[in-house]
Nanobody, 119 residues
Framework: QVQLVESGGGLVQPGESLRLSCAAS????????MSWYRQALGKERELVAG???????NYADSVKGRFTISRDNAKNTVYLQMNSLKPEDTAVYYC?????????????WGQGTQVTVSS
């Protein structure tokens, strides 16, 4: 049973910080590429940040310099540190995993966690 469980979302004011966590199970986490996506109301889901199995990272232009993705393979957990939050960051944030089975690559999604940035 593959599971991706996000936590850490909530309501914060502009300029504040939040740290999201995604606890993974059911696959070999250390070999997987992990990422965070978000979907705001009325908008399509977009990639926020990704981290490969070897630690290479990439970010959406809108969050560069503010967000940091990291992983702890010993804890099977990926994090998203979000600083200097803006109202435009309000969205449901989803954890994503790209991993491998004998038949090929598999993509899995978490249930999402709400982040609301409002004054």
């Amino acid at each position: 049973q593959v599971q991706l469980v996000e936590s850490g979302g909530g309501l914060v004011q502009p300029g504040e910080s939040l740290r999201l966590s995604c606890a993974a199970s059911g696959f070999t986490f250390s070999r997987a590429s992990m990422s965070w996506y978000r979907q705001a109301l009325g908008k399509e889901r977009e990639l926020v940040a990704g981290i490969s199995n070897v630690g290479a990272t990439n970010y959406a232009d809108s969050v560069k310099g503010r967000f940091t993705i990291s992983r702890d393979n010993a804890k099977n957990t990926v994090y998203l540190q979000m600083n200097s939050l803006k109202p435009e960051d309000t969205a449901v944030y989803y954890c994503n995993a790209l991993y491998y089975r004998s038949y090929g690559k598999v993509v899995s999604w978490g249930q999402g966690t709400q982040v609301t940035v409002s004054s």
